[in-house]
DNA sequence: CAGTGGTCTAGACCACAGC
DNA sequence: CTGTGGTCTAGACCACTGC
């Protein structure tokens, strides 16, 4: 069991970066020589410097040569789904409402739609243990064809609500994650009696070229969430 | 100005994919297949295949196939960084405190050292426009020749921090995302007066052996930050 | 055993940088 | 012009799978 010769050439020049000896934006020894260098075909080199590259060490520059990039500090992949966090999972879900109804101003400007289009708008608690979680809006642009059941509705996620019309993978996300003070009306679904913080994940599923889709907003109870990510 | 032939080759991979025609977990064309498909050699189209495989579309099993991945709905990518996020941007910080310390037990465990180590603690006040919008504390092992320059310490980021002493490559991070009532120091500390929830962000990085170097908690006032996220 | 993916070679031609 | 990276070929051998 011998590691694969990209694996090496990878590694060795992986090294020398951890090792200082090549810093961000150095330019690196160019393949051909890195052939002769490991005694490999250039294939072979090109594949090690494939490596690096998809690991952020490196870029290259088409007449110029590989160098050495500088590494991304903010970047960070988090694990995020309504229905489960690292400290809590919903183990139980009542459906508030499920409804059409016309936009207002921010939510047709957010679904990029006109004020006069359907929207389907579903509204949730999340349950652990028995105590609410989260309380969860959801608002779709209404499609012909598209199933409202409700049996289908309590327990899913966003993206699988919304891939009932369409490709798993022709779906964009983005999140936006903030912190607020219940009012009234979410302390009594979240049974919050003294001070509590809510934790706010708003969704927005996207098709392929960019069009809303879907606009989900999730209020976790403050006590009952926490997000974790990790770099590299 | 054509797309290479490992393009065209994942492009209409994926165009079968997302139209339905191949769904999660059924097996590939094989490779020496797709050689006569697309009269290419079979290199070009394994790097077709990597492409795909690297976007997430697909994984491969040697001497069985390639298969069609299940996508993996979870996961996102945020950018995070203590001095900026999307709604505001650090322009002043406030050095509170630079101190070394004995860890108490829970800093301990989090830092996996003993309690007769020595700790850095570096506590600071962030500043928008004028005002107060976090509150941020690091806690460092103490290490022989760490250079405590509290002009350098400023402004910078925790990951700079650190990387006086080591290579910026080797660090891995891990971040904690939660909601939060502030305490009566906290609200002191961030001029808060009336009912307002924070945003807390533990950040830890670690050695890339997984060894702890420093934990990092900063605390912004909910109106102030909003954290984003996307996939693919 | 035949078929699969994983690795690797020794060439080739191209577009592009920089002198 | 030479040197660079980007693409591509037509072979090869290997380890693994499943019959």
Redesign the pocket.
């Known amino acids: 069991m011998v590691?694969?010769?990209?694996?090496?050439i990878a590694e060795e020049i992986k090294r020398r970066i951890n090792k200082g000896e090549l810093k961000p934006g150095d330019?690196?020894?160019?393949?051909?020589?890195l052939c002769k260098e490991f005694?490999?075909?250039?294939?072979?080199?090109?594949?090690g410097?494939a490596v690096l590259a998809s690991e952020g060490y490196i870029y290259?520059?088409?007449?110029?040569?590989?160098f050495v990039q500088k590494p991304d500090f903010k970047k960070y992949i988090i694990s995020y789904d309504e229905m489960s966090n690292s400290i809590s999972s919903v183990d139980k879900t009542r459906l508030l409402e499920v409804n059409i109804i016309r936009p207002d101003e921010k939510l047709a400007n957010s679904l990029q739609i006109s004020k006069n289009k359907n929207v389907i708008v579903i509204r949730r608690l999340f349950y652990t243990d028995g105590n609410p979680v989260a309380y969860d809006v959801k608002y779709l642009q209404y499609q012909r064809g598209m199933p409202i059941v409700e049996k289908e509705l309590q327990h899913a996620t966003f993206p699988e609500i919304i891939s009932k019309g369409t490709s798993l993978f022709a779906i964009k996300k983005e999140l936006s994650i903030y912190a607020r003070i219940p009012d009234e009306e979410m302390k009594r679904y979240l049974n919050i009696y003294d001070q509590l913080a809510l934790l706010v994940v708003e969704q927005k599923l996207l098709s392929c070229d960019n069009k809303p889709i879907g606009l989900g907003i999730t209020s976790f109870r403050g006590d009952y969430i926490k997000l974790q990510g990790f770099s590299e």
């Open positions: 590691a694969p010769v990209y694996t090496k330019i690196i020894t160019s393949e051909n020589m005694g490999a075909s250039r294939m072979t080199v090109r594949k410097l290259s520059i088409p007449g110029k040569g590989n």
